[in-house]
C-alpha cells in the first residue's frame, strides 16, 4: 500500500520545447544559415528561415539543397553551430523563472526539443540553465515517446507540433505565443492553455497544482 501512496503523489515532472519557448534561437540559427550559405555556396534566405523554426533541420534544409545532400548539408551545419549560434542566443523572458517554479513546486523540469540534442546542452549550459533531463531530435508526435518515459504530466511549447506530441503523450498541453504560430492556431490545434510567454508560467502553475492533487 506504501507503494501506492507514492505514486498517486509523485512529483510533476515538466516538459518544454526549447527554441523559441525557452531560448530565443533566431539570431544564432540565422547567422548558422548565413555562414552555411557562405561555405556550400547556396542561397539561403536566412531571414525567412528563422521564421519557421521548430520542425527539424531537414525539413528546412529541403527548401535550399538537393534531397541528397540534405544529410550532408545538416551535418556541416550542427558542425558549425557551436561556434556560431551558442554565443548569440539568449533565454526568453520568463525561462529561467518557469524551470524554478517547476523545482520550487516540487517538480522535475525537463527539455524535449527537435534540435540536435549535444547543441541543445550547449544553449542550455551557456545560458545556466539546469533542466532534470534534456532530451534531442525529437518532433511533433515523436516527443510523446520522452515525455512518456519521463512521466511528464505537462508540455509547453510554442508550435501546433509541441501541441500535437503533448496530445499523444496524453499530458496537458500549455502553449506559449512565443514562436511562428499564434495563440488562435494553438487553441485550434488543441492547447489546453495558451500564455503570452513564460512569465506567465509560474503563476499559471502554482493555480494548476492544487487542482491537480
Not at 76 to 105: C, H, Q, S
Not at 119 to 132: M, W
Not at 140 to 151: P, Y
Not at 167 to 173: D, E, F, I, M
Request: aromatic share 6%; proline share 6%.
Amino acid at each position: 500500500m506504501a507503494h501506492m501512496a507514492s505514486t498517486t503523489s509523485r512529483a510533476l515532472t515538466v516538459g518544454f520545447d526549447l527554441d523559441m519557448t525557452l531560448i530565443d534561437s533566431r539570431p544564432g540559427i540565422r547567422a548558422c544559415y548565413q555562414a552555411l550559405s557562405e561555405r556550400t555556396g547556396t542561397y539561403i534566405d536566412a531571414d525567412l528561415a528563422v521564421t519557421r523554426l521548430g520542425p527539424p533541420l531537414a525539413e528546412e534544409l529541403i527548401n535550399w539543397f538537393p534531397a541528397d545532400e540534405v544529410a550532408t548539408v545538416a551535418d556541416v551545419y550542427r558542425e558549425i553551430y557551436p561556434t556560431i549560434a551558442i554565443a548569440e542566443t539568449p533565454a526568453l523572458p520568463g525561462a529561467r523563472e518557469a524551470i524554478a517554479a517547476v523545482r520550487e513546486a516540487g517538480g522535475r523540469a525537463i527539455v524535449v526539443t527537435a534540435k540536435y540534442e549535444p547543441n541543445a546542452k550547449l544553449h542550455l549550459a551557456h545560458l545556466g540553465i539546469e533542466p532534470d533531463a534534456v532530451i534531442g531530435d525529437l518532433w511533433a508526435e515523436q516527443k510523446a515517446e520522452a515525455l512518456r518515459e519521463h512521466d511528464a504530466g505537462v508540455y509547453v511549447g510554442d508550435h501546433v507540433g509541441d501541441v500535437r506530441g503533448a496530445r499523444v503523450a496524453g499530458a496537458l498541453s500549455v502553449a506559449v505565443a512565443t514562436g511562428p504560430c499564434p495563440e488562435e492556431e494553438l487553441r485550434a490545434a488543441g492547447a489546453d492553455v495558451v500564455l503570452t510567454d513564460l512569465t506567465e508560467f509560474p503563476g499559471w502553475l502554482s493555480d494548476y497544482r492544487p487542482a491537480r492533487a
